[in-house]
């Protein structure tokens, strides 16, 4: 894919598709600020590659790894829920680990974050056969202690960059959702979100492609 071209799903499943390995699972990690987009990208890649090449292939959301609203809360970081220490990356990379090495039709669960719960749900996706795990996460990319783990554990990783004006916009959104007043929604977003936003966009030059969405397809920006 040429820096400046425009592609369409259908094209980044026929990419990807054609380097998955004969035998092995493809770990292909899709990082980016939050609110980029990311979730409806591996939603729409995963079941384009399914129906379009017929390779099984499912998602392994990284907010799965989120402590839990308890455990924050018992150390007061509710309110900073979503940043790099808030996620048991240990578990995450371990989790990882086993995913790209074991063996197609072994069973291995994974977690979901539940948006209404505002918590994990323990082993809500059980991988099996599939050849395709689309890891998609904010924080796939970054060079901290434990995070820096993660990259070994990728086949490949697309960043899918976004404006700030999105971001922000969608995010006010999705909190307003979540139950949070406007005003609740602004702090967050200001004290929280766009400085993780900031710290996740220095993790890009790290990235094997950088993709932006532009009318349902994706500009490649390098």
């Not at 839990?68 to 220490?85: I, M, N, Q, Y």
């Amino acid at each position: 894919m040429r820096a400046g071209s425009e592609v369409s799903v259908a094209e980044l499943a026929a990419n990807v598709a054609a380097r998955i390995p004969q035998g092995r699972r493809h770990v292909l990690g899709i990082a980016g600020p939050p609110a980029a987009g990311k979730s409806t990208l591996s939603q729409n890649l995963a079941a384009t590659v399914r129906a379009g090449h017929a390779v099984p292939a499912e998602i392994a959301p990284m907010d799965g790894f989120h402590k839990t609203s308890a455990e924050l809360d018992a150390v007061g970081a509710l309110h900073l829920k979503g940043e790099p220490h808030t996620l048991d990356v240990a578990g995450f990379v371990a989790r990882l680990k086993v995913l790209r090495e074991a063996p197609l039709g072994r069973r291995i669960p994974w977690p979901l974050y539940d948006r209404d719960l505002h918590d994990p749900v323990p082993d809500a996706i059980v991988f099996a056969a599939q050849q395709l795990a689309v890891v998609e996460g904010n924080y796939l990319l970054l060079e901290q202690p434990g995070w820096a783990e993660v990259r070994a554990q990728l086949d490949e990783v697309w960043y899918l960059d976004a404006a700030d004006d999105v971001i922000e916009q969608r995010l006010t959104v999705r909190h307003l959702q979540g139950g949070r007043t406007i005003e609740q929604a602004q702090v967050k977003i200001a004290d929280s979100d766009m400085p993780n936003a900031r710290l996740i966009a220095g993790t890009r030059d790290r990235a094997d492609i950088v993709l932006r969405e532009t009318g349902g397809n994706y500009v490649v920006i390098s």
